[in-house]
């Protein structure tokens, strides 16, 4: 089975720049996180997706990043502007989204996108 | 912000020890996850522990649960030089919303396996 795709898995930009993320979940995936792992520490969550519904978007700072899903299938992230503080690595992942059973809902991660802020 | 703390944050042994990291949580929770990091990947999912069980082992790992400490630890047992990662813990937590939940990961341990 294919994993999660993300892309670019490396960017470099200056401050003030913009920039984008896409991720494509696992097939079936009703559930799909984005999550931001600043340099020696863990992922934090930045945006939850059920379907092409945001769940969760508390810990994301809206003045200049958003995200959408509007198949309900890929994601995009965008930064704009970028700032030196969000360099860092971006992480997508996705989860089955069993709502019966919340034991059943192991997150799959994709290789991330490492964001250099210049 | 960040709930389960794992300690030590680094850890370096011997090829053929056993490595013994611990999280911490605040609050109570459904089930606790851990996961490995190699240098520059994503995360993958080692095992799942649920609120109502206490020990659970898979291949050379074996996690506990004490609830009542608020506390998990994972074992891995004859280390090998690429079990080289980090390994978060993440909990989830009690979540009433769309029947999806989410994950609160710790700030890892690093552990090095020298050959």
């Known amino acids: 089975e294919a994993g999660v795709a993300q892309s670019p898995r490396y960017k470099i930009i200056e401050k003030r720049q913009s920039v984008a993320f896409w991720c494509n979940p696992i097939s079936g995936h009703a559930t799909l996180y984005w999550y931001q792992q600043i340099l020696g520490q863990g992922p934090k969550l930045l945006i939850q997706?059920?379907?092409?519904?945001?769940?969760?978007d508390s810990q994301l700072p809206k003045d200049r990043f958003s995200a959408e899903r509007l198949k309900g299938v890929d994601s995009t992230l965008k930064i704009q502007p970028a700032k030196l503080e969000d360099s860092a690595v971006y992480l997508c992942?996705?989860?089955?989204?069993?709502?019966?059973?919340?034991?059943?809902?192991?997150?799959?991660f994709g290789p991330g996108t490492r964001l250099t802020v210049l | 912000s960040q709930q389960g703390e794992e300690d030590p944050r680094a850890l370096s042994i011997q090829e053929g020890e056993n490595a013994t990291m611990n999280c911490s949580y605040k609050t109570s929770i459904n089930n606790l996850q851990w996961y490995r990091q190699n240098s520059g990947r994503g995360l993958v999912h080692l095992i799942l522990?649920?609120?109502?069980?206490r020990e659970k082992h898979s291949g050379r790992l074996r996690v506990t649960l004490d609830t009542s400490k608020k506390s998990s630890s994972l074992l891995i047992t004859a280390s090998r030089a690429a079990d080289t990662a980090s390994y978060f813990c993440?909990?989830?937590?009690?979540?009433?919303?769309?029947?999806?939940?989410?994950?609160?990961f710790g700030k890892g341990t690093k552990l090095s396996v020298i050959p």
């Open positions: 997706f059920q379907n092409n519904g945001v769940v969760d």
């Open positions: 522990i649920r609120s109502n069980e």
């Open positions: 992942a996705s989860s089955f989204g069993d709502r019966v059973n919340r034991n059943n809902n192991e997150q799959f």
């Open positions: 993440a909990t989830d937590a009690s979540y009433s919303g769309a029947g999806s939940y989410q994950l609160t």
